[in-house]
């Protein structure tokens, strides 16, 4: 079992940039790879970035290729999400996922991920 808590949600305007930040509970955060993913209101949770366990391999989505990086601390049980060039449609709540999986693998799959965070909202006015 894995506990995951965001912070650093808030309200930017666009163009400006956000951390968001994930710690997971437990001795073995380097089991898991991660992903972040995001939902706004009346939309589906949508797949933002991943992450593999060890940190060399990253992914993203189209829409945010580019602008977001995703980072991992595995000395500090910690997963980042650097935004930056936010536009409204960013706004969301942001979530952090866990999974277990290759060491070498990511997913863009919500089904994939076995925990999840509580959340943490991003909102970006125009």
């Known amino acids: 079992q894995v506990q995951l808590v965001e912070s650093g949600g808030g309200l930017v305007q666009a163009g400006g940039s956000l951390r968001v930040s994930c710690v997971a509970s437990?001795?073995?955060?380097?089991?898991?790879?991660m992903g972040w993913f995001r939902q706004a209101p009346g939309e589906e949770r949508e797949y933002v970035a991943a992450?593999?366990?060890?940190?060399?391999?990253?992914n993203y989505a189209d829409s945010v290729k580019g602008r977001f990086t995703i980072s991992r601390d595995n000395t500090k049980n910690t997963v980042y999400l650097q935004m930056h060039s936010l536009k409204p449609e960013d706004t969301a709540v942001y979530y952090c996922?866990?999974?277990?999986?290759?060491?070498?693998?990511?997913?863009?799959?919500?089904?994939?991920?076995?925990?999840w965070g509580q959340g943490t909202q991003v909102t970006v006015s125009s």
């Open positions: 996922a866990a999974r277990r999986g290759p060491l070498n693998s990511v997913d863009y799959r919500t089904a994939s991920y076995d925990y």
């Open positions: 437990g001795p073995t955060f380097d089991s898991y790879a």
């Open positions: 992450i593999s366990r060890n940190g060399y391999i990253t």
